[in-house]
């Protein structure tokens, strides 16, 4: 049996997890997700949140060697955690994202890719601590091919995103991490060339394809389980 423990992105929560835990379990694994500080059901006041709060949250939920798996900006604190915990780390997931290297920030990586349906999904809010996503950008850019009710669900769930969290730069990782990465090949809110791009130099066996976008959760949970059971298997 293998610890999963699962890590959403921006202005996500541990919901957002609901349809893969359960074909995990099915499979014999231990599956796991979690709220960051200030998503999901958290109360923590987003305004005052920093890359720091989410490294110690993840840290603090692993009980055991565990594979981190962590969607879209879900990449950067998995990224953190590693580097701060690397001896309750089986494996890094990353899941359609950011893969940081020594020094990047998700602002950084941002810029470097362009991103420019995602740069115009988002809305900061007067005081630029947080940040939402517009309500009409949901449906066409992080959803299309989600199941219907999709859409409906997000939004009742969704929650502003502390921005503090994407300027810190991420450290390095020790060597001996496992690193996997899932490329959602539709994805319109991190470009398949910037997933290509960030696991460029990867060994051709820790690259994995999934034909969605850029929630994988919900338009492909069997597949997205599949490919986690396969890793559980080699790491």
């Known amino acids: 049996m293998t610890e999963f423990l699962f890590v959403h992105g921006s202005n996500h929560g541990a919901w957002c997890w ?4 359960t074909p995990l379990e099915r499979a014999g694994h231990a599956a796991r997700a979690i709220d960051l500080p200030a998503a999901g059901l958290d109360p923590t006041p987003p305004e005052g949140v920093t890359m720091d709060d989410y490294r110690d949250a993840v840290v603090a ?25 690397p001896e309750k780390i089986k494996a890094l997931v990353y899941l359609t994202a950011w893969a940081p290297k020594e020094g990047d920030s998700a602002r950084d990586l941002r810029a470097r890719y362009g991103c420019r349906n995602l740069m115009s999904a988002m809305r900061l809010s007067e005081d630029k601590a947080t ?12 959803y299309h091919d989600c199941p219907p009710g999709t859409v409906d669900y997000a939004r009742d769930h969704l929650v502003p995103q502390a921005t503090a969290p994407g300027h810190a730069p991420a450290p390095a990782l020790p060597g001996g991490i496992a690193r996997h990465y899932i490329r959602c ?4 809110i991190i470009p398949p060339e910037a997933q290509e791009d960030m696991s460029r130099d990867w060994p051709a066996d820790c690259i994995h394809d999934i034909a969605c976008g850029h929630s994988p959760f919900f338009a492909a949970p069997d597949r997205l389980a599949e490919i986690l059971a396969d890793i559980a298997g080699r790491s």
């Open 131 to 142: 940040s939402t996503f517009a309500d009409e950008t949901l449906e066409p850019l992080f």
């Open 18 to 21: 609901r349809d893969v835990l």
């Open 185 to 188: 090949t539709t994805d319109k």
């Open 61 to 85: 939920a692993i009980t055991r060697p565990t594979i981190l798996v962590g969607h879209s900006f879900g990449g950067m604190p998995i990224t953190f955690a590693a580097a701060a915990a």
